[in-house]
């Protein structure tokens, strides 16, 4: 069945080069996408607790997956409690980190029936502050965005009648906005609307003083000032604290909803949505739209596309080229539409806006319902779509988990045979420095095999650090790891080349007894003199002295026991003096160390064996106060 598939994709004028399937045995739905030098964040919910996911009850909870440029998953996490949590949109913060927004139902969360739900993590995923805010009836978020002055901008729906967010409810359903800080903090909440069903989807920071919301509206009063159809696309305009300006619609004389928007090469505002109004569609009763904003907010649909059936633009995004990527789905047979193979197939176009043209327009999916959310390029002239699908594994040519997956695909518009290469990313080394006192900051200093000094980098007190190796480094590489008032501690990785690779320490708060081993502190066979391998490490640990200088410290040498019995206790205290001469030598004080010798008494590695014999040829050290 593979075969016969991608056979046809040939037939069409796409070659499938590889896919991926993400998630359990219920549904998993991908609402977001981005992408990066190191991989793609895919945002979305999930009802599964089995496959990936391991979790209680069938709830439905936010779900974010980090995958690497070859698609193999990072780390994965959920977000939720006892109910209904479903994603609506996400973003990636400047630091990595994410905010996601949609709505709860969980009685532990909500004020009411639904609220607006908004969780903040950092780049690896822990939750930074989450807040549920909504009032008595049912709310959600539905869009977010970062504004150049770094406060959060949420827009969605509230059906609430409460005095605090909705305090003169214009109609049904009104458009709400809420701005917070990037610690949580609410900083003001807002309400749109007319008399009947209005909500807000999409945040444009135009400037520093103007935002657009947009949204989808059916009211002829209140804010709403241009009515045209039966549902029309939405924009207010608001200042910098959230204040209407004005407002006004787009569409034609039926139902138009917005869905993706990206800025253009000039400062314009492109956005993506589904039209049903004629006019507008070109094909059939729904066709995927494109409207050009300037920034004065003149608008036209230089572009749509579709059959006789129903379609919808999901993402918008420029290529490097100037090129729109455009990712949707499709539920024609004809027009633009040249094979379709289930209800309702994932669509990917590129489009040239100046030439007015299409460079391609591709169909992808089984049997059932298959949706794509963003379009990428990838290497080698490549694509990646990312989406959803409810199709059986066995039209898609991949193993399927459930009633829907996170799907991703490698795909190229090329019939001439690829092979798909390994993917360059950056190398990456990220994770947490925890601390046993909440809050302190950390210090890493980055080393070579060798202990070659490479780089440093200070950690805020979140704990979360992330850097990019050079790319000549090759090899093991070194982390020491120094916080005010903890322990010091050196450890080491080999990294994957072209990959995220995750190290997380844990750091002690200083109290006698703690021990260290220097694991980089060598000795030949029988000797008790210094190799200059030792040097980095005894370094760092003079720095760690030099931070804390009421510290003493017992320096206990170690032998691996082929030496002669009667000389075993007297090497192995040589060896801790060769340890402390070397640190007075760097300007420490000789009080402030007690040296003892244990000779073979407590081998850490297998004696039979030469590398168990190096590491047992050692210096430890303990806290004495």
Same mark, same amino acid.
């Given at each position: 069945m593979r075969w016969l598939v991608l056979s046809v994709s040939l037939l069409w004028g796409q070659q499938v080069l590889r896919q991926r399937v993400y998630g359990g045995s219920m549904a998993d739905v991908l609402v977001r996408a981005y992408a990066d030098a190191s991989g793609y964040w895919l945002l979305g919910h999930t009802r599964s607790r089995d496959g990936l996911l391991k979790r209680k009850g069938y709830d439905a909870d936010f779900w974010v997956l980090r995958l690497d440029r070859a698609g193999e998953v990072v780390w994965h996490a959920t977000y939720g409690a006892e109910g209904e949590e479903e994603l609506t949109d996400g973003i990636v913060l400047p630091d990595g980190g994410l905010v996601l927004v949609g709505w709860t139902d969980s009685p532990s969360?909500?004020? #009411?029936?639904? *609220?607006?739900?908004? =969780?903040? @993590? !950092?780049?690896? &995923?822990?939750? /930074?502050? %989450?807040?549920a805010i909504g009032g008595t009836g049912n709310d959600a978020a539905q869009g977010v965005s970062l504004h150049v002055d770094t406060t959060l901008w949420v827009v969605g729906q509230i059906g609430s009648r409460d005095s605090l967010f909705h305090p003169e409810p214009f109609g049904g359903i009104d458009g709400w906005l809420l701005r917070l800080s990037l610690s949580g903090e609410l900083l003001g909440h807002a309400v749109f609307g007319g008399s009947e069903n209005d909500n807000l989807r999409l945040v444009i920071p135009v400037s520093r003083d103007t935002v657009w919301l947009v949204g989808a509206s059916d009211s002829r009063d209140g804010h709403i000032q241009s009515p045209l #159809?039966?549902? *029309?696309?939405?924009? =207010?305009? @608001? !200042?910098?604290? &959230?204040?209407? /300006?004005? %407002?006004?619609?787009?569409?034609?004389g039926d139902f138009e909803e917005p869905y993706s928007w990206v800025r253009g090469p000039t400062g314009e505002v492109?956005?993506?949505?589904?039209?049903?109004?004629?006019?507008?569609?070109?094909?059939?009763?729904?066709?995927?739209?494109?409207?050009?904003?300037?920034?004065?907010?003149?608008?036209?649909?230089?572009?749509s596309g579709g059959g006789t059936g129903d379609e919808g633009l999901n993402s918008l995004s420029l290529s490097p080229e100037g090129d729109w990527l455009i990712a949707g789905m499709t539920s024609s047979r004809n027009g633009l539409i040249t094979q379709l193979a289930g209800l309702y197939d994932a669509w990917a176009l590129r489009w040239n806006p100046t030439a007015d043209s299409l460079v391609f327009c591709y169909t992808f999916g089984g049997k059932d319902v298959d949706s794509w959310v963003a379009l990428f390029t990838a290497e080698g002239g490549t694509y990646v779509g990312v989406g959803t699908t409810a199709s059986p594994g066995d039209q898609l040519g991949v193993r399927t988990h459930g009633s829907a997956d996170i799907w991703v695909v490698w795909w190229?518009?090329?019939?001439?045979?690829?092979?798909?290469?390994?993917?360059?990313?950056?190398?990456?080394?990220?994770?947490y420095i925890r601390t046993e006192k909440p809050g302190t900051p950390a210090l890493v200093f980055f080393r070579n095999a060798a202990g070659g000094m490479i780089d440093s980098l200070g950690v805020t007190a979140e704990g979360f650090f992330s850097w990019r190796l050079p790319d000549s480094l090759v090899g093991e590489v070194r982390l020491s790891l120094h916080a005010p008032g903890h322990i010091w501690k050196e450890v080491s990785l080999r990294p994957r080349r072209g990959r995220e690779n995750r190290i997380?320490?844990?750091?002690?708060?200083?109290?006698?007894?703690?021990?260290?081993?220097?694991?980089?502190?060598?000795?030949?066979?029988?000797?008790?003199?210094?190799?200059?391998e030792s040097y980095p490490q005894l370094q760092e640990l003079a720095r760690f002295l030099r931070a804390n200088p009421n510290l003493r410290l017992e320096l206990a040498g170690h032998t691996d026991g082929t030496s002669r019995a009667e000389s075993e206790l007297q090497l192995s205290r040589a060896r801790a003096a060769a340890v402390r001469d070397y640190l007075v030598s760097q300007g420490l004080p000789k009080e402030r160390f007690n040296i003892v010798g244990y000779g073979k008494a407590y081998p850490i590695a297998d004696n039979a064996t030469p590398e168990g014999q190096r590491r047992n040829r050692r210096v430890e050290f303990r806290v004495l106060n």
């Open positions: 969360l909500t004020h #009411g029936r639904k *609220d607006a739900y908004i =969780v903040c @993590t !950092d780049p690896l &995923g822990r939750v /930074r502050w %989450s807040r #159809g039966k549902m *029309d696309i939405w924009l =207010v305009e @608001t !200042d910098r604290a &959230g204040q209407w /300006r004005r %407002s006004w619609n787009l569409g034609g492109w956005l993506a949505g589904t039209s049903f109004s004629r006019g507008v569609t070109a094909y059939g009763r729904a066709d995927g739209a494109i409207w050009r904003l300037d920034l004065e907010g003149a608008a036209h649909a230089p572009w190229s518009p090329d019939t001439t045979p690829l092979v798909l290469s390994p993917p360059e990313s950056p190398t990456m080394l990220l994770g997380d320490v844990y750091l002690e708060k200083l109290r006698p007894g703690l021990r260290m081993p220097l694991f980089y502190v060598h000795f030949d066979k029988g000797s008790a003199k210094l190799l200059p």
